[in-house]
């Protein structure tokens, strides 16, 4: 499934391309599962900080089994796998210090290199990490990459939550919500969570949220200061942006945190500066996480302490459907991509 230009759902096209063969130090993979992302969408509508080659391939988080491997390669072909969805030289201080997320030559699969809406895709073999659970289903595997990467990096090592912390978490059905929600009772936090209906709500508190807002009837803000005692959250995972970041500085609390890793609902948050330096207020940028990050959440994920979320699958074909279901916030929890 290829873009060949940028647009809305229907740019979205299936063709058959030559199987790609494995170089030197690469594996390649049959994808069972792709579950798509937010940045799916962001790269089909197109933006200067796209340079695709034609016909481009999306999808970042792939689940599948290992189909051939190349000179210097031991990876066992036949086995199950997930792919760790970012890619860096490998040779930088930043790759080498464990950071490769801050590689200045990283790309996300599907994003500036070719993803995973295929059958078949090569890949770095480092980027093989084991699949995270024998129980799960393909779909299942996709859904724990991306979303629990970047949200293990905002929650851990950005906010540094702690055990009595109280943590915002936007979007309570999105990938990032789904995941923070976890990730952030995983260390003992407490959870405001946010969502549109009452269903997501009650999704969320299955998933360990403490206190539910439903944003489109109460200001989430006013709430969560009602919900700390005037005090304010510990730390906001933030990844809508727009009005929702700018009132997320009026729910933190004085020395607080915000860690922002999208902005689905604008780039211009009109905010006050007076909020932030004499609240001394943190706001902290976050892209993805490392390789090493993948592994933890993949190790959290095999003991059953984090799990993913599959709201739909879909074959292939059927694309420019799921795209629609994102965009439209329909479900809670992952789309998933069946080639």
Known sequence: MVLREHGGPDVLRMETLSIPEPGPGEARVRVRAVALNHIDIWVRKGGPAFHLEYPHRLGADIAGTIDAVGPGVTAEVGARCVVQPGVSCGRCASCLGGHDNLCRYYKILGENTQGGYAE???V???NLAPY??????FPQAASCLLPFLTAWQMVVHKARVQPGDTVLVHGAGSGIGVAAIQIAKLHGARVITTASSAEKLAQAQQLGADHVI?????DFAAECRTLTGKRGVDAVIEH???DVFASSIKATRNGGRI??????AGFHPSIDLRHIFFR????LGSTMGSKADLLAVLGHVAAGRLAPVVYRQLPLAAAADA????EERRGFGKVVLEP
Not at 323 to 326: K, N, S, T, Y
């Open 120 to 122: 078949y895709i090569v």
């Open 124 to 126: 770095p073999a480092v």
């Open 132 to 137: 995270p659970h024998p129980d799960f289903t």
């Open 214 to 218: 439903d944003y489109t009837q109460v």
């Open 240 to 242: 809508v942006g727009g």
């Open 259 to 264: 860690v922002t890793c999208g902005a689905t």
């Open 280 to 283: 001394q207020i943190e706001i």
């Open 323 to 326: 795209h629609r279901i994102l």
